[in-house]
């Protein structure tokens, strides 16, 4: 085995797992009020939440929106159930983020270890 495949010790597990957060899909609609609203549910599940690392900053000041606040989301790989998106939102269910929806702005999955993917979210 090649020394970068070897198992990695994993600080997520199920008691980090806290957060409970919902990805959203937005479209139009339907009336004369041609508003974006929430269309539907597309993945209900647990995270970690955590301060966006040097990295996630970097990511963010490339990016080609202007940033409010800004947070990193880990959780279990749904595999084939669901596969976040750009075009998805997120909200987290917590008192300190009440009303606000997240953009997606950057997906890591792992390669080596598919147990988790990691989410960097803005908003805007």
């Not at 996630?56 to 084939?80: C, G, H, W």
């Not at 929806?101 to 270890?113: A, C, E, G």
């Amino acid at each position: 085995m090649i020394s970068s495949q070897k198992q990695r010790k994993n600080k997520t597990h199920n008691g980090t797992l806290r957060t409970p957060v919902t990805f959203w899909k937005y479209g139009v609609a339907n009336g004369l009020d041609v508003r974006e609203s929430p269309v539907s549910v597309l993945c209900e599940t647990f995270a970690e939440i955590y301060n966006p690392s040097q990295k996630d900053l970097t990511i963010l000041k490339n990016s080609a929106v202007d940033v409010k606040r800004s947070v990193t989301l880990k959780i279990r790989d749904p595999l084939t159930d669901y596969q976040p998106d750009n075009k998805h939102f997120v909200e987290i269910q917590d008192e300190r983020f009440a009303g606000r929806r997240w953009n997606i702005v950057d997906i890591r999955p792992d390669f080596y270890v598919r147990d988790f993917i990691t989410i960097l979210l803005a908003e805007v």
